[in-house]
């Protein structure tokens, strides 16, 4: 992995492009079904929450302690790569679902509805 390369400079296709080609290097295509990958993709949510299970983890401690906050970089990685796996085996335009998304989100919490501090209609 280049190291230059950060969130400000990344697109979405050199990652879809990065897993796509590590899947077919090693002949995992045909692994790599809907099914399996929401399945694996569960698991990697899994063993992000099972580093919190517990215990008080506060945004401080994860600022403070070097090895959990890598733990929790790998998991959150590995649920990157099954997701953008997922999104590859249906050829989804992950942009284009993010858009649509975020419009229905706007619609459906408009900010003058929830512009208070709470995830609930008053
Ligand atoms: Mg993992």
Known sequence: ???ILDDNNTSVSFFKNEVQKFVKDRNWTKFHTPKNLIQALSIEVSELSEIFLFKDISLGTIKDDKQLLENIS????????YLLSLVNSI?????SAFSKK??????KYSIDE????????L
Not at 74 to 81: K, L, Q, T, W, Y
């Open 114 to 121: 929830f512009n208070n501090g709470s995830y609930h209609k």
């Open 1 to 3: 992995m280049n190291p």
């Open 91 to 95: 050829n989804l335009d992950l942009t």
């Open 102 to 107: 975020m419009e229905k989100n706007k619609d």
């Open 74 to 81: 790998d998991e959150i990685a590995d649920v990157f790569i």
